[in-house]
């Protein structure tokens, strides 16, 4: 695996039909700057506006994985993405003149030969790396999808489906060596049973579908009248049925090129996690769907490993992000002030955490006598504190500045915190503009409400000594 981050070396063009759309469309892959990512750029819409290729700017799994991001749409982008993932590229910017890459023969054989050909650049930035510390696991027990990434020092795919065809039986493929991508998987196609075609034309997909872009696989009887009504649908005078179940007697490219293309599906959208992953993937019956929820948690892990790098903690385990001794190196609160016991989530806009109310806090000594009740205002110092170490993550040198309230609004307290209650915490980030922070925050005991409120906060620097 490379090291360090890759880019192209010129601009280079594809052009075609979009699978889906149906729509006439160029793409130019062209050089950038380190840390740019891939970004979808465009070009046909006025001021060519820019998708990140972000798992959080998914919209539609249908068939596809669909972005969107500042009023402009790109459709079935993970072919594309899977090219430039499996040259181990970091840094392009995607131009199209329409809503959807050209499909060409349905693989990313094409994507790639073009990405080669404009050479690739080795920049100057190291890569990130998204490394496992313990298994991840993501299921939809209901349509038999099951994802695993174990531990591991380089990455590894192993795909198996099973779609109870007779045509396909059950197949696996497994990619060893992300070199082994070029040959092995990217020429592999993408496919469908002929009873998903009807459904698919009505939901208005396959617009740009043709017997050389994609593989039709025939798992029923067909009489002579639906062969000619297929033949109208892809545009043929006429159409046949290969022994073996495939569509116009299309020959295979591999024995297994379904379970191949899987693998290819599910590299091109783990790509939306923003990070390389290092690890074991094993998925059984993997589809769009899947995939993104996958990346969502490898993306929300990965913001974790890297708040826990800038505060120098080690990330804890067993549903714990920071414990208190990490806790200790991110806030400057100490006892009998510091009021977080620990952090279960964390994610770019959100955090929960937890604080285990005892009777030796020194506040129940006045408060009240033979009544002791956690003060209301040090619930919203708690909600506060965790609140801060979401607002420190976005801070570049987050040891260098103070995190000050500047007010507090719609707070409400619904229910008393007494000794032996654990306060929940779950807050989310409103907004960032320059220093100042808005917050909301809900705190819980066994479920219920205890208090709200949102908050208002401000970094200010440190006096330097």
């Known amino acids: 695996m490379f ?108 994507y790639l030969a073009a990405l080669k050909s404009a050479g690739i650049i080795e920049q100057e930035a190291d890569r990130e790396f998204f490394i496992l510390e313990e298994a991840l696991h993501y299921a939809e027990p209901d349509r038999g999808v ?6 591991q020092d380089d990455l590894r795919i192993t795909v198996m489906v099973d779609y109870n065809s007779p045509v396909l039986g059950s197949q696996h493929a497994t990619l060893v060596n992300i070199e082994d991508f070029e040959n092995e998987f990217a020429p592999s196609r993408t496919f469908c049973f002929l009873h998903e075609l009807e459904m698919l034309v009505e939901k208005g997909l396959i617009r740009g579908g ?40 299309t020959e295979l490219r591999f024995r297994n090129e379904p379970a191949r293309h899987k693998l290819l599906d599910l590299l091109g959208d783990l790509a939306l996690a923003g990070v390389v992953v290092k690890g074991q993937i094993i998925a059984a019956r993997p589809g769009h769907a899947a995939n993104v929820e996958f990346a969502r948690k490898i993306k929300n892990l990965y913001k974790q490993q890297k708040i826990a790098r800038k505060f120098k903690t080690g990330q804890s385990k067993n549903g714990v992000v920071f414990d208190i001794n990490a806790i200790h190196n991110i806030l400057p609160h100490r006892y009998p002030f510091l009021l977080v016991d620990k952090v279960t989530s964390f994610s770019e806009k959100h955090i929960e955490g937890i604080k285990n109310v005892t009777i030796n806090e020194p506040f129940f000594v006045g408060h009240f006598e033979g009544n002791p009740i956690m003060p209301g205002v040090l619930q919203l110092e708690a909600m506060a504190q965790i609140g801060g170490i979401l607002l420190l993550n976005t ?56 208090c709200e409120a949102d908050l208002v906060s401000s970094f200010v620097k440190k006096d330097k000594p």
């Open 146 to 151: 099951d994802i695993a990434a174990l531990p």
């Open 3 to 110: 090291t360090k981050q890759h880019t192209i070396g010129k601009s280079v063009t594809v052009s075609g039909i979009g699978l889906h759309t149906g729509v006439e469309v160029s793409m130019t892959f062209h050089p950038a700057e380190e840390n740019h990512g891939f970004v979808f750029c465009r070009t046909d819409m006025p001021g060519s506006p820019r998708v990140r290729a972000d798992v959080d700017n998914v919209i539609d799994t249908l068939r596809g994985t669909t972005l969107s991001e500042n009023g402009a749409q790109v459709h079935t982008v993970e072919h594309t993405l899977a090219a430039l993932v499996g040259l181990q590229i970091d840094n392009v910017l995607i131009a199209l003149d329409g809503p959807e890459p050209p499909v060409m023969d349905g693989s990313s054989a094409v």
């Open 395 to 450: 801070i570049d040198n987050p040891k260098d500045v103070w995190v000050y309230f500047l007010a507090i609004d719609n707070a409400r307290f619904k229910k008393p915190v007494i000794p032996g209650d654990t306060l929940h915490f779950k807050l989310e980030l409103k907004s960032i503009k320059r220093n100042i922070c808005m917050l909301s925050g809900k705190a819980y005991v066994d479920g219920a409400l205890v």
């Open 210 to 249: 043709d017997l050389n872009n994609a593989i039709v696989i025939v798992d029923r009887e067909i009489d002579e009248a639906q062969i000619k009504k297929l033949a109208l649908l892809f545009n043929r005078d006429f159409i046949t049925v290969a022994k073996e179940g495939i569509l116009n007697n």
